[in-house]
């Protein structure tokens, strides 16, 4: 099964609205991080924000938000004021085992191109 | 701020030949991980090390392998190079064990002819 769903794979949003990109999650573990990353065309790997599993309040980053629902394991990215530089592919990964194990690999998911229109 | 860097940023081999990629980590991260992407497809974790000790595996084939030296940079060597070894090979780092944000190079590009 799928540890990361990315629903999307294409969005579009005109210049200075807010979009919104879906992300599920999957995992028994009962601590864990959930991060969103973007990846221009000319291919680097941005990251752009963090929530753990126990953050009580949902994280923020300028003009980006983490829509953290816990019991859903939904953890969407909220863009506001979009620009026409917000054009990328967006990642949502995931990392399990927090709990001093040594699993610290990030799980991917399968991306959603994110184009601004102006 | 000091990032990840990675060199070469591309790199083009025939098949069947040797690669080595290197990665500088953020000055002070101690933790060094290496992923594959290929082309349309999502990031896929190769290996990490800590504190220069492997810490996980992933799907790395036997014909690489990993180091990460005294100095906390680390290496990708890979061998016996196939066409499906074309992606591009992400570098990141990280700080301690909370809250590790892993911080990610500019990758190198491979193309295996």
């Known amino acids: 099964a799928q540890k990361i769903t990315q629903t999307q794979p294409g969005m579009f949003v005109q210049e200075k609205e807010a979009v919104t990109l879906d992300c599920t999650y999957d995992?028994?573990?009962?601590?864990?991080?959930l991060f969103w990353y973007k990846q221009p065309s000319s291919g680097e790997m941005i990251f752009l924000i963090y929530?753990?599993?126990?953050?009580?309040q949902n994280a923020t980053e300028g003009r980006y938000s983490l829509n953290f629902q816990k019991a859903r394991k939904s953890a969407n990215l909220v863009i506001s004021a979009s620009q026409l530089g917000d054009s990328a592919m967006y990642f949502c990964?995931?990392?399990?085992?927090?709990?001093?194990?040594?699993?610290?690999?990030?799980?991917f998911g399968k991306g959603t191109l994110l184009t601004v229109n102006p | 701020a000091a990032g990840v860097i990675q060199s070469p940023r591309h790199l083009i081999k025939e098949k069947r030949e040797t690669a080595t990629l290197k990665c500088y980590p953020i000055?002070?991260?101690?933790?060094v991980y290496w992923y594959q992407q290929g082309p349309g497809q999502d990031p896929q974790f190769l290996i990490s090390?800590?504190?220069?000790?492997?810490?996980d595996k992933g799907s790395i084939p036997d014909r690489f392998s990993a180091q990460q030296f005294s100095d906390y940079h680390s290496e990708l060597n890979m061998s016996s190079l196939e066409l499906g070894d074309s992606a591009l090979y992400f570098c990141?780092?990280?700080?301690?064990?909370?809250?590790?944000?892993?911080?990610f190079g500019a990758g190198t590009r491979l193309s295996v002819l």
């Open positions: 990141a780092s990280s700080m301690g064990l909370l809250k590790n944000i892993q911080y």
């Open positions: 995992t028994s573990d009962p601590s864990y991080g």
């Open positions: 929530q753990g599993s126990y953050d009580q």
């Open positions: 990964a995931m990392r399990e085992g927090l709990s001093g194990g040594s699993n610290y690999k990030l799980t």
């Open positions: 000055p002070r991260h101690d933790t």
């Open positions: 090390f800590y504190e220069k000790m492997q810490s």
